[in-house]
Nanobody, 122 residues
Framework: QVQLVESGGGLVQSGGSLRLSCPTSGFTFSLYDVSWYRQAPGKERELVATIASRGGSTNYTDSVKGRFTISRDNAKRTVYLQMNSLKPEDTAVYYC???????????????WGQGTQVTVSS
C-alpha cells in the first residue's frame, strides 16, 4: 500500500521557519523524483520544489528560491522541505508528490500525500 504522509505544518509568524517531512512507503522511493506542491485557497496547485531521484539535483519556483530547501533521505524514504523567512503569501496546503519517470521523461507512476496546512501570519 502506497503511503505519503506529510507533517510539520502549522501556524507561524512572518519571518519564521517550518520544516515539513514526508515519510513514504509502498514503492521504491529512491527511483522517484519527489516534489512539494502547494495550493492556496482559490488558486491552482503550484510546484514549489523538486529533487531528482538520481544525483539529487533540485529545482525551485522563483518565489521560494533562497528561502526553501528540499532534501531527501533515501534510507528513511523521506523528503523534507525546510522553509525559512516565511511570508504570508506562503500560506497554503502543502502536498508531497512522488513521480517515477520513464526513459523519455514521461511520468509512469505518480503518488500524492494528503497535505499539511501551513499558515503564515503577518
Amino acid at each position: 500500500q502506497v503511503q505519503l504522509v506529510e507533517s510539520g505544518g502549522g501556524l507561524v509568524q512572518s519571518g519564521g521557519s517550518l520544516r515539513l517531512s514526508c515519510p513514504t512507503s509502498g514503492f521504491t522511493f529512491s527511483l522517484y523524483d519527489v516534489s512539494w506542491y502547494r495550493q492556496a485557497p482559490g488558486k491552482e496547485r503550484e510546484l514549489v520544489a523538486t529533487i531528482a531521484s538520481r544525483g539529487g539535483s533540485t529545482n525551485y519556483t522563483d518565489s521560494v528560491k533562497g528561502r526553501f530547501t528540499i532534501s531527501r533521505d533515501n534510507a528513511k524514504r523521506t523528503v523534507y522541505l525546510q522553509m525559512n523567512s516565511l511570508k504570508p503569501e506562503d500560506t497554503a496546503v502543502y502536498y508531497c508528490n512522488a513521480d517515477r519517470r520513464g526513459l523519455r521523461g514521461g511520468v509512469l507512476y505518480s503518488y500524492w500525500g494528503q497535505g499539511t496546512q501551513v499558515t503564515v501570519s503577518s
